[in-house]
């Protein structure tokens, strides 16, 4: 299961994905995150890291999953030799 921690956050790569781009809600939740405490924010509070057992999928319905994930290209996809994609979708990685 992968690890809700601030070191897979920063490596998540959902913030420059067209999925999660091409979500408003996405990004409005995510803009209301306050990090200058530099302490890791509520998992149910993000948009992103989705594959993290913490955090699961989207609370956005508006997600176009017609667009390609860009988990593949993800450094936490490969430490975890994860194969699924669009958890923001389906949820956790198993
Ligand atoms: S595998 Fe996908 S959901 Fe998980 S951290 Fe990487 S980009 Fe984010
Ligand atoms: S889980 Fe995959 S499809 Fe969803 S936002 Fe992250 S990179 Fe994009």
Redesign the pocket.
């Known amino acids: 299961m992968v690890d809700y921690t601030l070191k897979n956050i920063e490596r ?10 091409s ?1 408003n809600c ?1 990004k409005a939740k995510n803009a209301t995150i306050d990090w200058s405490s530099g302490e890791l924010p509520p998992a149910k509070a993000i ?5 993290a057992g913490a955090v699961g999928k ?1 609370r956005c319905d508006d ?1 176009d ?1 017609t ?5 593949p ?2 450094p936490v996809w490969e430490d975890y030799a994860l194969q699924g ?5 389906g949820g956790a990685a198993e």
């Open positions: 998540c790569q959902c913030g420059k994905c067209p999925v999660y781009l979500s996405a948009e992103g890291i989705y594959c989207s997600l999953k667009k390609r994930c860009a988990c290209t993800c994609t669009y958890f923001c979708i």
